[in-house]
């Protein structure tokens, strides 16, 4: 009689260290508990600014030049030295006045996007509504589907980012497959044991 349970186990056993390996290959043996684990978010974007630090009640305005129209123009936000308390209001303009949102944030990364009306200077008043002072870099991508950052196979997001992504589905996967693994076993074994009472 085959036992499909104890099959079942090893599969998601095997996906599991699978899962481990590859994030073993990526991640820097060294690299303490938080460090290095995830790719900084720059590294999905084709422009970031220099590093620029806001006093509490000021605000500073970071400017972005398009090279391109009619395509979406992704941008973040990254506060580097977030603490719980830290809160930003970005507003987002051009040369003219034209506001194209704003928005109010308290969380250490965050990701927007707008279409880009016509080649522009867009400027971004980032403000500092917290009560720490806080280093912030803003990042830019035209047109995200084409962009060199998320679709050159040697770039941080092809060689780390998707692993991990797949190495956290595997783990997912492998969990499942190993508990549907225990209960199978747990099902054939009172089924062997039923069958034996007849014998």
Known sequence: MIRRGPIVMITGVVMIIVAFA??????????????????????????????????????????????????????????????QDDQVSVTVSNIFGDKFGSFDEGDPIFIKSFMIPKVDTYSFDVENKGKNQITVTMMFTENPE????????????????VPLAIAGLLVIVGIIVLIAGIILSIVDWKKRKNQSRYI
Do not use: C
């Open 22 to 83: 590859i994030v073993y290959s990526i991640i820097p043996p060294t690299a303490g508990v938080g460090e290095n684990f995830f790719p900084s978010p720059e590294n999905m974007f084709d422009s970031v600014t220099e590093n620029q630090r806001i006093e509490p009640g000021t605000s500073f305005t970071f400017s972005h030049t398009t090279g391109t129209s009619q395509v979406p123009l992704m941008w973040g936000l990254h506060i580097l030295d977030y603490q």
């Open 146 to 161: 084409k962009s060199k950052a998320l679709t050159d196979p040697n770039s941080t997001f092809h060689k780390s980012i």
